[in-house]
C-alpha cells in the first residue's frame, strides 16, 4: 500500500543558509519517496502593494515584464543554486526537486496563492528574525 505522493512548497528568501536550513529540514522530516518539493520565491511586483490596484495593475505588470526578466533570472539561478547542493540527497530518496519564481503584491499572499494552485499538502516557511540561541 503506497501513499499519494505529497507536494511540498517551500518559501525561500534571499538568504542562502536559512533557506538550505529550510530545504534540509524539509527533505529529512516531511518529504517521502515519490513527493515534490517546489523551492519559490516570491518577487513583490510594484503597484500592486495598494489596496484594489491587484486586478487593474495586473495586466501591465504581466505586459511589462521585459522589465523584470534580470530579477526573474537572478531569483530563479538562486533558488536553483540552493537546491543544487540536494540533488544526490533527494535522488537518492526519489524525491523530486523543482524551482520556481512567482510574483504577488506580497510574499505571503504569492506562498499562500501558489500552494492552493498546486494543491500542495504543505507550505514551510522560515522565521525572518535571526536566531541568536541555538
Not at 511586483?45 to 504581466?62: C, Q
Not at 540527497?89 to 523530486?96: A, G, L
Not at 499572499?109 to 516557511?125: C, D, K, Q, W
Request: hydrophobic share 40%; proline share 2%; glycine share 6%.
Amino acid at each position: 500500500m503506497s501513499a499519494t505522493p505529497a507536494k511540498i512548497l517551500i518559501g525561500i528568501s534571499l538568504d542562502a543558509e536559512d533557506s538550505a536550513e529550510l530545504l534540509s529540514w524539509a527533505i529529512r522530516n516531511v518529504a517521502h519517496p515519490n513527493d515534490t518539493i517546489v523551492a519559490l520565491h516570491v518577487l513583490v511586483t510594484e503597484g500592486m502593494n495598494k489596496p484594489g490596484a491587484r486586478r487593474k495593475e495586473e495586466t501591465k505588470e504581466w505586459k511589462s515584464i521585459a522589465k523584470y526578466q534580470t530579477q526573474i533570472r537572478k531569483a530563479k539561478a538562486f533558488v536553483i543554486s540552493v537546491m543544487a547542493d540536494f540533488a544526490n540527497t533527494c535522488q537518492s530518496n526519489q524525491v523530486k526537486l523543482e524551482a520556481r519564481v512567482g510574483f504577488s503584491s506580497g510574499v505571503g499572499r504569492g506562498l499562500i496563492e501558489e500552494a492552493r494552485g498546486m494543491s500542495a499538502e504543505f507550505l514551510l516557511i522560515s522565521s525572518s528574525r535571526k536566531r541568536s540561541n541555538r
